[in-house]
């Protein structure tokens, strides 16, 4: 009998529960981790904020523009930006890292789960040095796609607007929308491939790269509900998220409390990872629901156990 398509949704939920220790640990560091680089993130910029507000304040306070004491005060204010802009960069590329090699965790401590091994977290770790390898060339080929895809749809929404040169045309706009929503759902559905791909060259080490995604789409090919089934739940949890931190963000914003706002970003970032560790404990489930033969499925399981 067929399993409804909905089945490794539960799966993933479940899968916790096999080994509790391992995941609980694994979602820790998780947490933490970006917790504490959140917290440092804010603890940067913090000040910044509050001198870049109070430089703007001073600015609108000058009448003449012409003056050297106003040209100063621009000067200091690009320089404040330009320091923002850094630290922002600086936060970016290490999330990008720690989110990356926990995920790479993520997915291995899955795999053997699901497969039945009890593994601790130090096992896990030990486990990946010979499998490292894979991911980072995988990882590689994603930002590579990801970046094609992004300067193509970009590319794609001037065009429509080069078409239609009038802005307040209502047909550009029409257009460019429809684009950005296709484009949207497009980029979600290949990021479940992509990140598939990443679990097989954690999983399956000798596919990694190219042959990595390709495996994914081969495997993903006849599980097309599944993958919009995904997709769907993720956007939905992630709107809901998104428009419940907006909310509240507006509602904050009448009342001065530092501490109230930093309980709301920590709040939101717990969120946001949640639903990402989920998402990885549901792409490998879907991974293994791919293979019905039960030879590959014990031969993956063969594989992740004796990497060393």
């Known amino acids: 009998m067929a399993k409804p398509s909905s089945s490794f949704l539960r799966e993933a939920l479940n899968l916790f529960s096999k080994n509790p220790k391992l995941f609980s640990h694994v979602y820790l560091i998780y947490i933490l981790s970006h917790v504490l680089l959140f917290v440092g993130f804010l603890l940067c910029i913090t000040p910044l904020v509050s001198?870049?507000?109070?430089?703007?304040?001073?600015?609108?306070?000058?009448i003449d523009v012409s003056s050297p004491e106003f040209t100063k005060l621009v000067n200091t204010i690009q320089a404040v930006i330009n320091e923002l802009l850094i630290i922002e960069t600086i936060y970016y590329v290490f999330l990008f890292a720690i989110s990356w090699f926990l995920s790479i965790i993520t997915y291995y401590?899955?795999?053997a789960t699901y497969v039945?091994?009890?593994?601790?977290?130090?096992?896990?770790?030990n486990k990946l040095k010979g499998v490292i390898k894979g991911p980072i060339i995988t990882t590689l080929f994603v930002v590579l796609s990801t970046l094609v895809?992004?300067?193509?749809?970009?590319?794609?929404?001037v065009a429509i607007f080069l078409y239609f040169p009038n802005i307040?045309?209502?047909?550009?706009?029409?257009?460019?929308?429809?684009?950005?929503?296709?484009?949207?759902?497009?980029l979600v559905y290949l990021s479940i491939i992509w990140s598939m791909g990443i679990a097989i060259s954690v999983i399956e080490p000798n596919f990694y790269g190219i042959g990595a995604i390709?495996?994914?789409?081969?495997?993903l090919n006849g599980k097309r509900k599944q993958v919009f089934l995904l997709t769907l739940v993720l956007i939905i949890i992630f709107g809901i998220i998104q428009v419940g931190n907006a909310i509240l963000t507006m509602k904050l914003a009448f009342h001065?409390?530092?501490?109230?706002?930093?309980?709301?970003?920590?709040v939101y970032q717990i969120l946001l990872q949640v639903l990402n560790w989920y998402s990885t404990i549901?792409?490998?489930?879907?991974?293994?629901?791919?293979?019905?033969?039960?030879d590959e499925l014990e031969y993956t399981k063969l594989a992740t156990a004796s990497i060393a």
């Open 149 to 157: 895809y992004n300067i193509a749809f970009a590319v794609m929404v």
């Open 109 to 111: 401590a899955n795999s």
């Open 214 to 219: 390709s495996r994914a789409t081969k495997l």
């Open 282 to 294: 549901a792409i490998t489930v879907l991974y293994y629901e791919c293979k019905q033969n039960g």
């Open 256 to 266: 001065d409390s530092v501490a109230a706002n930093w309980a709301l970003a920590f």
């Open 116 to 125: 039945g091994e009890m593994l601790t977290l130090k096992d896990v770790l």
């Open 51 to 62: 001198k870049l507000i109070e430089l703007t304040k001073a600015k609108h306070a000058i």
């Open 168 to 186: 307040s045309d209502i047909s550009s706009w029409f257009w460019a929308i429809l684009v950005i929503l296709f484009a949207s759902l497009l």
